[in-house]
């Protein structure tokens, strides 16, 4: 088409119609800055249509990570839910030692021999939208916000107060390694029994505080899984 103009351009210099040459030429400009208009558009919309795919992509990286997160965090649960119940129950003044010590033996068992789990986050689709600073070009903020605060926020917190709970049970562990290598607990007389209680006390409570941020935790990525799913 560039073609097609210049060389009736060339005619009408030879020609010597100046008027039609100038509209001629006017007409070549208009056309090349179509043309780039057009082509900045084209790129313009690929560019957008790369990015929705990529957001896309995040979004179910996410929600897939999260469903782990969760399956992850209910095994966790799991040990520590009996372990809580355990100590609550060893702790009441109904119970007697000369009276209730097989029911005493069975509920330390539970806590000293049950094990512990701490949840540690799959992070793998958050850290690759952070590195390139991709999250950023999202355009679904009310998704994004509330993302970079699982991550950053909650997350967080559950794992500083897992290795708080880490430590407590590491310090726990080695009082009472003789008991969980054997299974015997000799719990003979009323002042050992209380002993026994106040070595599990600080780990008693870290722990019942971490069982509360895991279930807030499955609250806030519940939420999360239903916003992703509404937003295909």
Known sequence: MIKFFRKIRYN????????????????EIILVVIGILIALQINSWNEQRKQ????????QGIKNDLV?????????????TPKIKAYNMLN????????????????????????????????GSYQAAISGNEINRYTNK????????????????????????????????KIYIHERRTGQYHVVDT??????LDDFHFHFIQMEWYKNVLDNAIIEIDEL????DMSH
Not at 68 to 80: A, E, G, N
Not at 143 to 170: A, C, F, H, M
């Open 142 to 173: 009310q998704l994004v916000q509330p993302i970079i605060k699982l991550y950053n926020s909650t997350y967080e917190r559950l794992i500083d107060n897992g290795k708080i709970l880490d430590e407590r049970w590491s310090y726990l562990s």
């Open 225 to 228: 899984l239903i916003k992703i």
């Open 68 to 80: 782990q997160d969760k399956q992850f965090i209910d095994i966790v649960l799991s040990r520590i």
């Open 52 to 59: 929705n795919i990529a957001e896309k992509e995040f979004l």
């Open 92 to 123: 009441k003044d109904s119970l007697i030692l000369s009276r209730d010590k097989p029911k005493i033996d069975s509920l330390l068992k539970i806590y000293l021999n049950l094990g512990q789990r701490t949840f540690y986050p799959i992070s």
């Open 191 to 196: 002042i050992q029994f209380s002993k026994l």
């Open 12 to 27: 009408l210099m030879e020609q010597n119609k100046t008027g039609k040459y100038l509209k001629y030429a006017f007409g």
